[in-house]
């Protein structure tokens, strides 16, 4: 059996089935104790403490089923006094301090919400929701505890996230040579992107080759301060859904001034043209006929497409081209998008110099994006970033007892 719960430091007295009307119906209980080495000790420190009461008794922790029955521990949870730490709950070496369930169903767990979903976990292991964010984010933290993701930075991608209806927003920061996720924290705002530099210091700050970014001010600002080398970089995902916001606003004014109603219009004009479906080009084919505003609109975002494209010097000539064209469409929208833009044009040109391929830096903020979809079955925003570290922060995740 000692081999079967597979714990070092831990004596296990007795197994029973206990037969009951609790909602798994029969489960096993095996009834456990630390061994000399393990016993006596602080849960925070580790080290060996005087004994201080008994705590609230015996305790039980969820683990790993028994072929198809629910499995608990059941051990006494002394407290102990702690030089360093004070009054403490005795560490037990099955389990995290304040766990209620061990480290081999936790393990388990991490590794199944890092490659499957969440609703998947909870059906397979019989747990809540609840449950499983708790344990992500003890593990995470554990990892994080153990690594540096933070290490090596030289080219990183700065940007909000809304995870939840009334403007909740994460900032989120993506290594763009390998993807990961490295930081994240709720809020969007000085303040927090601040936390980030701390968290990275100086030196390291002192490191960073280039930053890109949305249009926001703020995190301009800030990189400016904490890392002036770094060169800022607009992020093209950001300002080709800028021309995209446009698209949707004259393709609505047109569509309905003119009474028409075309279900593929909206489609035909936001896909790639080469992704059109055969209803979509002939509605783009009639647009083209008979709406001027919505098809030079469409070409606008087209135009604007292929600046990142095409990039280097003939991406600033295709630019400037836009520039003109979209000051001379007579469509408000695009005349806006155009001051925006100029405003921004040192930025743009630095993206299409620098050449930064921000595909893995986006797959990581579209899998973000696709999991606050989620968000309602996080109950706190430091639930849903530990799911993020744990699905795309690099961490490494192992089954117990595999290598
Ligand atoms: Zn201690």
């Given at each position: 059996?000692?081999?079967?719960?597979?714990?070092?430091?831990?004596?296990?007295?007795?197994?029973?089935?206990?037969?009951?009307?609790?909602?798994?119906?029969?489960?096993?209980?095996?009834?456990?104790?630390?061994?000399?080495?393990?016993?006596?000790?602080?849960?925070?420190?580790?080290?060996?403490?005087?004994?201080?009461?008994?705590?609230?008794?015996?305790?039980?922790?969820?683990?790993?089923?028994?072929?198809?029955?629910?499995?608990?521990?059941?051990?006494?949870?002394?407290?102990?006094?702690?030089?360093?730490?004070?009054?403490?709950?005795?560490?037990?070496?099955?389990?995290?301090?304040?766990?209620?369930?061990?480290?081999?169903?936790?393990?388990?767990?991490?590794?199944?919400?890092?490659?499957?979903?969440?609703?998947?976990?909870?059906?397979?292991?019989?747990?809540?929701?609840?449950?499983?964010?708790?344990?992500?984010?003890?593990?995470?933290?554990?990892?994080?505890?153990?690594?540096?993701?933070?290490?090596?930075?030289?080219?990183?991608?700065?940007?909000e996230i809304s995870y939840r209806k009334g403007h909740r927003y994460l900032?989120?920061?993506?290594?763009?040579?390998?993807?990961?996720?490295?930081?994240?924290?709720?809020?969007r705002?000085?303040?927090?992107?601040?936390?980030?530099?701390?968290?990275?210091?100086?030196?390291?700050?002192?490191?960073?080759?280039?930053?890109?970014?949305?249009?926001?001010?703020?995190?301009?600002?800030?990189?400016?301060?904490?890392?002036?080398?770094?060169?800022?970089?607009?992020?093209?995902?950001?300002?080709?859904?800028?021309?995209?916001?446009?698209?949707?606003?004259?393709?609505?004014?047109?569509?309905?001034?003119?009474?028409?109603?075309?279900?593929?219009?909206?489609?035909?004009?936001?896909?790639?043209?080469?992704?059109?479906?055969?209803?979509?080009?002939?509605?783009?084919?009639?647009?083209?006929?008979?709406?001027?505003?919505?098809?030079?609109?469409?070409?606008?975002?087209?135009?604007?497409?292929?600046?990142?494209?095409?990039?280097?010097?003939?991406?600033?000539?295709?630019?400037?081209?836009?520039?003109?064209?979209?000051?001379?469409?007579?469509?408000?929208?695009?005349?806006?998008?155009?001051?925006?833009?100029?405003?921004?044009?040192?930025?743009?040109?630095?993206?299409?110099?620098?050449?930064?391929?921000?595909?893995?830096?986006?797959?990581?903020?579209?899998?973000?994006r696709?999991?606050t979809?989620?968000a309602?079955?996080?109950?706190?925003?430091?639930?849903?970033?530990?799911?993020?570290?744990?699905?795309?922060?690099?961490?490494?995740?192992?089954?117990?007892?595999?290598?």
């Amino acid at each position: 059996m000692q081999q079967v719960l597979a714990v070092q430091g831990m004596v296990v007295e007795d197994v029973t089935v206990e037969s009951g009307g609790g909602k798994f119906g029969s489960v096993v209980v095996a009834t456990v104790r630390c061994d000399y080495r393990t016993s006596g000790r602080c849960s925070k420190c580790r080290r060996p403490c005087a004994g201080y009461d008994q705590g609230a008794g015996l305790r039980r922790w969820r683990t790993i089923d028994t072929g198809l029955l629910v499995t608990y521990l059941q051990a006494a949870a002394p407290r102990v006094s702690c030089p360093e730490h004070g009054v403490q709950v005795a560490h037990v070496p099955w389990a995290r301090p304040g766990a209620k369930t061990t480290f081999l169903l936790e393990d388990v767990v991490a590794w199944s919400a890092a490659n499957m979903t969440v609703s998947a976990v909870v059906v397979l292991l019989r747990l809540s929701w609840r449950t499983v964010a708790a344990i992500v984010a003890r593990v995470v933290a554990d990892l994080l505890g153990r690594s540096d993701p933070m290490a090596g930075l030289v080219r990183i991608g700065i940007d909000e996230i809304s995870y939840r209806k009334g403007h909740r927003y994460l900032t989120c920061v993506v290594d763009h040579d390998t993807g990961r996720l490295v930081w994240a924290a709720p809020g969007r705002n000085t303040e927090t992107l601040g936390k980030f530099f701390t968290a990275l210091g100086p030196e390291r700050a002192g490191l960073l080759t280039h930053v890109t970014a949305d249009g926001a001010d703020w995190i301009h600002r800030v990189v400016a301060q904490q890392a002036p080398q770094a060169v800022i970089c607009l992020d093209p995902f950001h300002v080709v859904a800028w021309a995209m916001k446009g698209l949707d606003k004259v393709r609505h004014r047109t569509l309905a001034a003119a009474g028409v109603k075309d279900r593929n219009a909206r489609w035909a004009v936001a896909k790639n043209p080469s992704d059109l479906s055969v209803d979509q080009q002939a509605s783009l084919d009639g647009i083209r006929r008979s709406n001027s505003a919505l098809y030079t609109a469409y070409l606008l975002k087209e135009q604007l497409r292929n600046v990142f494209a095409v990039k280097g010097q003939r991406g600033r000539e295709v630019l400037a081209g836009w520039l003109s064209m979209a000051r001379s469409s007579g469509l408000p929208e695009f005349l806006r998008l155009a001051v925006t833009i100029d405003r921004y044009r040192r930025m743009i040109w630095n993206t299409l110099e620098h050449n930064l391929s921000n595909a893995k830096s986006e797959a990581t903020n579209c899998h973000l994006r696709a999991l606050t979809k989620r968000a309602y079955g996080y109950h706190t925003p430091e639930a849903l970033i530990a799911m993020g570290m744990l699905t795309r922060g690099g961490l490494r995740i192992v089954l117990p007892g595999r290598a």
